[in-house]
């Protein structure tokens, strides 16, 4: 298992928007093939900073998700609507780690 830790810089004023997004993005992930979950954290000192921390049996199952139509939609539509810049992801564990 692997956990995706995403990082989001959300224009001011469009974080309502934003939650929105990632709700219907949860929808298309569960029924993506290696996903075990993923969940909102909303940064308490800085409104507009998010991370969503997605859980994924294999790095093959996320990079295919990432490479997938749906996600592509997803991601051209917040670069030119919702984010300040660029996100961030890193990759925490390995596959086989306890």
Same mark, same amino acid.
């Given at each position: 298992m692997i956990t995706v830790g995403m990082y989001y810089e959300v224009i001011k004023g469009k974080e309502g928007e934003f939650e929105e997004k990632f709700e219907a993005v949860t929808q298309a992930l569960d $029924?993506?093939? $290696?996903? &075990?979950?993923? &969940?909102l954290y909303h940064q308490v000192k800085k409104p507009n900073s998010y991370t969503i921390l997605s859980e994924w049996d294999s790095q093959d199952a996320f990079k295919a998700f990432i490479q997938s139509d749906g996600f592509k939609e997803v991601t051209d539509w917040g670069k030119?609507?919702?984010?300040? $810049?660029r996100p961030r992801h890193k990759i925490y564990g390995k596959e086989g780690d306890i």
């Open positions: $029924g993506s093939p $290696g996903h &075990l979950q993923s &969940l030119a609507e919702i984010l300040e $810049g």
